[in-house]
């Protein structure tokens, strides 16, 4: 199949890529822009280990093509930050330890923040991270992790 | 109990993986690309049980980008299995040569560019097969005259197992009431979130280099040299992150074979990651068990005498389904004393993907028949179900006779809080239940059917210049903390800080041998020998220190918080860091080095320390829909001392929804040996909205075999939540499931049945 040109900007670095039209982002970002923070736990759109920030929105970036995106704003867990800095959500999971493998870790990640991001009430946030299977810790660490950052528990702590 | 006062013991500490997890660097081994690395994947049987007549692997292997096609007469025929000790049970080729026994047996393996290439020649796979005819059923697998799968095990029984003490037949002859049941438990997939994968690196220098995602990197090292006619010492078996494990990813899986035969041809990286379909249906899974059992009890609720007999769908090969047979037996009577008990369990080969070890080993199952049947006797007695606990409850210093020693145990206060907090509830509305469930788990397994040399947990540590200490544990970290556990317990042992902690593991190369993340056993097994090798450390520093100090000889010296000080007058002291620089420049310029080791003697047939505790579910039934909504969990838990709050927290949070999914929601329906749910759509786990309140009550105790005072936390709490929640429904509803998981329909169907009589 013939490639096709495609302008991604991901965590706001502009790139312009030469894809097979089959791929799908997930694919290109792990592939193509070793962006491997990025995982996949499944290829029916259930797990949403591969939730990403598509224009600010979660989106689980297995179910789209990478050509159907042309010109997104992409954000990956990998650019949540700068640097060695964290975000408050990412602090909050450290202390809450809302993680045990990890693997499902960013994508819970990506989806908590753009739902934080839209102001949420607690009683929402478990809709907000319904998407997103974790077979570890049994949800509630997490949910306390988000909690704190919705209650304004973290407001001066990102570094 | 002692008072123990700690420094990093029992101090909520941040996971020390956790900056690379929240920020995406933590690299599993699904993430490793190596130069020329080529991408594997792997041919299954589609029939449940046949013959391999042919294989024609040319139009695959004229595809382009093909490098290699390998079949079973590639590899060296070699059976294996994790039983080392018993040669009939290592009864699986991984790559099958003649014969097919399961939907998802691997036949043939292909290496290409990249892994629509392989997939497309997968397609190009020739396999003639004479299909037969299969046995699925355990109960029907074990009837003379029933399809055989192995030649050497008739009417298909795979392992027995017998387990028995005190007078049984005397004892239903003086009960009072006695009960029999059946009970069904269902399978459950382990759904890493992870799928088992493995990128495996043959040089011509003829080492073997295999990244995987697993829970004992020495098993698998062990077992690939074995397969594949190598040293032991020239596979390397590198495993930094496991993306969850829950007893799926300690045997040898058809990833690393696979990939590892494929780059031994070649002489070429080659990745294999099973897709989520295949980790569904053709890797392992839960033991569906069929058990009988028949209690016979005092009126006053006292046990006198328990059979249990149990026929386990085993699937196509052994794997640890013999371990499941055996544990499945013993925690039928646990967490009480039963003064007589017969258990007779027969593991039956079955046409379906081989059962094995999941998070519970065999208990979950027995604990959900325990402890439904308990409450259908208790109610039956008109005896509250608390207090029939409590009277039969094991205590501190009980013996089961002929197979362990109970050492701490705090059971009892467990039943307080548990019975505490169901009367804080006050009267219930209608269609809501409180169902209760007590259990108990092992801190690590005693049994050696692996048949190692070695001692089963090593640890080895070197302070460095700066006293930075370099810890080398064999222990695998799949996400349950062990890797910060062991820090912790080295940093308080040492008495330093825990960021003076550097940990190495998962490197078959670089680490001590310890036989991995199973059965509950890092934290008491891993952590003992992490505590020694510390303990000897400090022992090198304190020599030092006290001839630096020469305190009056009746003084003793102790490191807390890297303050060397005298224990008796703690401002009289020295620095760690600054007597570690001198130490080492008296030693010559040698770090000070340790060694720990553990292995358990003399500790009965099971494990040298077993956890305890009670769970209650409160739930809501449906009447019109069947439907249960799990409203809140309450446990209270026994782990001895807690090493990290934070660690237990989550083990024992995730355990609930593990747990309460196989209660109530996730099952694999087969036709035919075929699953009919392979993908996260149709196979219902738990997600965020459905997972209840949970409140965790510590019940601390000291347990004397534990590194200071600790034992398993987070296993067993598998193991009640099944039974709590049936007997929830039970409570509200007056019906009783027998047969897991707890759907909607089972709950409507007997709720009708109920209304008609």
């Known amino acids: 199949m013939k490639k096709k040109l495609v302008h991604l900007t991901v965590n706001e670095e502009y790139h312009e890529l030469y894809i097979s039209p089959r791929k799908l982002l997930v694919e290109i970002l792990r592939d193509e822009l070793d962006l491997t923070g990025t995982k996949r736990g499944c290829s029916t759109g259930s797990c949403g280990a591969c939730t990403i920030l598509l224009d600010g929105a979660a989106v689980k970036s297995c179910s789209v093509l990478a050509v159907q995106v042309d010109g997104a704003k992409v954000t990956t867990v990998e650019g949540l930050a700068d640097g060695a800095g964290l975000t408050p959500l990412q602090l909050s999971f450290l202390d809450h330890g809302a993680f045990q493998c990890g693997f499902c870790t960013s994508g819970m990640l990506m989806s908590a923040t753009a739902f934080l991001n839209e102001d949420p009430v607690s009683e929402d946030i478990k809709k907000g991270i319904q998407g997103n299977i974790c077979r570890c810790t049994g949800y509630n660490s997490i949910l306390r992790a988000i909690r704190a950052v919705a209650e304004g528990k973290y407001e001066d702590e990102g570094r | 109990m002692k008072k123990h006062t700690y420094t990093v013991i029992n101090t909520p500490i941040h996971n020390i993986d956790?900056?690379?997890?929240?920020?995406?660097?933590?690299?599993?081994t699904f993430d490793i690309t190596l130069p020329r690395m080529l991408h594997g994947k792997i041919l299954r049987s589609p029939y449940p049980h046949g013959e391999i007549i042919h294989i024609d692997t040319s139009k695959a292997e004229r595809l382009k980008g093909v490098k290699a096609v390998l079949t079973?007469?590639?590899?060296?025929?070699?059976?294996?299995?994790?039983?080392?000790?018993?040669k009939e049970l290592c009864d699986e080729e991984i790559l099958a040569r003649d014969k097919v026994r399961y939907i998802g047996e691997p036949v043939a393996t292909v290496a290409a560019v990249d892994e629509d290439t392989a997939e497309e020649a997968l397609d190009l796979i020739e396999v003639e097969y004479n299909a037969l005819p299969g046995a699925f059923e355990p109960l029907e697998a074990i009837k003379e005259g029933a399809p055989q799968l192995h030649e050497h095990a008739e009417r298909n029984i795979n392992v027995t197992r017998h387990i028995e003490w005190g007078d049984v037949d005397e004892g239903f002859k003086k009960a009072d009431y006695v009960r029999e049941d059946w009970f069904r438990c269902s399978s459950q997939a382990h759904v890493c979130m992870e799928t088992h994968c493995a990128v495996a690196d043959y040089t011509p220098e003829g080492k073997l280099t295999v990244y995987t995602s697993t829970q004992s990197h020495y098993y698998i090292k062990v077992l690939l040299a074995e397969i594949l006619g190598l040293r032991e010492n020239d596979v390397r078996v590198i495993s930094r992150y496991t993306g969850g494990g829950f007893g799926s990813k300690f045997e040898l899986d058809s990833a690393q074979f696979c990939c590892s035969i494929l780059s031994m041809k070649l002489c070429q990286p080659v990745k294999i990651v099973l897709t989520r379909e295949e980790e569904f249906s053709a890797t392992?899974?839960?033991?569906?068990?069929?058990?009988?059992?028949?209690?016979?009890?005092?009126?006053?609720?006292?046990?006198?005498?328990?059979?249990?007999?149990?026929?386990?769908?085993?699937?196509?090969?052994?794997?640890?389904?013999?371990?499941?047979?055996?544990?499945?037996?013993?925690?039928?009577?646990?967490?009480?004393?039963?003064?007589s008990y017969r258990y007779d369990g027969y593991r039956v080969y079955t046409n379906t993907a081989p059962t094995s070890a999941m998070r519970g080993f065999g208990a979950p199952q027995?604990?959900?028949?325990?402890?439904?049947?308990?409450?259908?006797?208790?109610?039956?007695?008109?005896?509250?179900?608390?207090?029939?606990?409590?009277?039969?409850?094991?205590?501190?210093?009980?013996?089961?006779?002929?197979?362990?020693?109970?050492?701490?145990?705090g059971l009892g206060q467990c039943l307080d809080k548990i019975d505490d907090w169901i009367k804080s509830r006050g009267k219930l509305p209608?269609?809501?239940?409180?169902?209760?469930?007590?259990?108990?788990?092992?801190?690590?397994?005693?049994?050696?059917?692996?048949?190692?040399?070695?001692?089963?947990?090593?640890?080895?540590?070197?302070?460095?210049?700066?006293?930075?200490?370099?810890?080398?544990?064999g222990s695998q970290d799949m996400g349950q903390g062990s890797n910060t556990t062991m820090a912790m317990i080295c940093a308080e042992e040492l008495g330093v800080k825990v960021e003076d902690i550097r940990l190495h593991m998962g490197d078959t190369e670089t680490c001590p041998v310890d036989l991995g993340a199973w059965g509950s056993r890092e934290t008491l097994m891993q952590g003992n020998a992490v505590k020694m090798a510390a303990s000897k450390a400090k022992q090198q520093i304190l020599e030092f220190a006290t001839a630096k100090l020469a305190p009056n000889i009746v003084y003793d010296l102790d490191i807390k918080d890297g303050w060397i000080h005298l224990i008796a007058r703690p401002e009289r002291g020295l620095s760690f860091y600054d007597v570690v620089k001198e130490a080492i420049r008296g030693k010559d310029g040698q770090p000070i080095i340790a060694r720990g080791h553990y292995t358990p003697h003399r500790k009965g047939m099971i494990s040298p320390a077993y956890s305890f505790g009670v769970q209650a579910i409160e739930a809501d039934v449906n009447p019109d829909t069947g439907k249960i909504t799990l409203k809140n969990c309450?446990?209270?838990?026994?782990?001895?001392?807690?090493?990290?709050?934070?660690?237990?927290?989550?083990?024992?949070?995730?355990a609930i929804?593990?747990?309460?999914g196989y209660g109530f929601t996730e099952d694999l329906p087969m036709d035919e040996g075929k699953i009919l749910n392979p993908n996260l759509v149709d196979y219902m786990l738990l997600r965020a909205t459905e997972m209840p309140e949970t409140k965790v009550m510590e019940v601390e105790t000291y347990?004397?075999?534990?590194?200071?005072?600790?034992?398993?936390?987070?296993?067993?709490?598998?193991?009640?939540?099944?039974?709590?929640?049936?007997?929830?429904?039970f409570h509200a509803t007056g019906i009783s499931i027998k047969n897991l998981p707890i759907t909607p329909e089972k709950v409507l169907n007997a709720l009708k049945e109920k209304k008609n009589k």
């Open chain 2, 366 to 409: 027995a604990t959900f028949c325990a402890e439904t049947q308990i409450d259908l006797i208790a109610d039956e007695l008109g005896i509250d179900p608390i207090d029939i606990r409590r009277k039969n409850a094991m205590y501190p210093g009980y013996e089961v006779p002929g197979q362990a020693t109970i050492q701490s145990c």
């Open chain 2, 657 to 660: 929804a593990m747990a309460a």
């Open chain 2, 72 to 86: 079973g007469k590639d590899t060296l025929g070699r059976k294996q299995g994790i039983w080392r000790r018993f």
């Open chain 2, 18 to 28: 956790g900056i690379a997890k929240i920020t995406g660097r933590a690299e599993y």
């Open chain 2, 284 to 339: 392992k899974r839960r033991t569906p068990m069929f058990y009988y059992i028949r209690s016979g009890v005092k009126k006053d609720g006292a046990f006198l005498a328990k059979e249990a007999r149990v026929f386990t769908e085993g699937g196509a090969y052994t794997a640890m389904g013999a371990t499941a047979l055996y544990l499945t037996g013993f925690f039928q009577s646990f967490p009480y004393v039963w003064p």
């Open chain 2, 634 to 654: 309450v446990t209270a838990h026994d782990c001895g001392q807690v090493i990290n709050p934070l660690g237990v927290e989550g083990q024992l949070e995730g």
């Open chain 2, 430 to 473: 209608p269609n809501r239940g409180i169902g209760v469930s007590a259990y108990g788990f092992m801190s690590g397994g005693i049994f050696n059917w692996f048949d190692t040399p070695y001692a089963f947990s090593s640890a080895v540590l070197q302070i460095n210049i700066d006293g930075k200490v370099d810890l080398f544990v």
């Open chain 2, 703 to 729: 347990e004397p075999e534990g590194p200071f005072g600790a034992k398993e936390a987070g296993e067993g709490l598998t193991n009640p939540t099944a039974g709590a929640l049936g007997n929830a429904v």
